[in-house]
């Protein structure tokens, strides 16, 4: 059974970065695509980034382009999300998932595990 725990959320100002982590067990992290997604309260959970499994290919949703980078690193199965330029609307709880063989997408239901996540939350 794979295994998602996220780490590195915490309080920032905006304009501040943060660099979440999610540590990918039980299962071979090359067999997945990764994605990020977040959750506001009230909201619904909505796709921030995504990764193939070789890390050839990123995608980003447009709220963050430019501001949000995707990485990973298969040998040490981790993968990374560092948030640049935060803002009070990135407030959230931030989810790790994995797609069994999938190339990177932002559709929540492909996805097939998740982590617990680990909030995030930007001050004005």
């Known amino acids: 059974q794979v295994q998602l725990v996220e780490s590195g959320g915490g309080l920032v100002q905006a304009g501040g970065s943060l660099r979440l982590s999610c540590a990918v067990s039980?299962?071979?992290?090359?067999?997945?695509?990764m994605g990020w997604f977040r959750q506001a309260p009230g909201k619904e959970r909505e796709f921030v980034a995504a990764?193939?499994?070789?890390?050839?290919?990123?995608y980003y949703a447009d709220s963050v382009k430019g501001r949000f980078t995707i990485s990973r690193d298969n040998p040490k199965n981790m993968v990374y999300l560092q948030m640049n330029s935060l803002k009070p609307e990135d407030t959230a709880v931030y989810y790790c998932?994995?797609?069994?063989w999938g190339t990177g997408t932002p559709i929540r239901n492909e996805y097939d595990y998740w982590g617990q996540g680990t909030q995030v939350t930007v001050s004005s």
């Open positions: 990764i193939s499994w070789s890390g050839g290919n990123t």
């Open positions: 039980g299962g071979t992290l090359l067999q997945y695509a």
């Open positions: 998932a994995a797609d069994s």
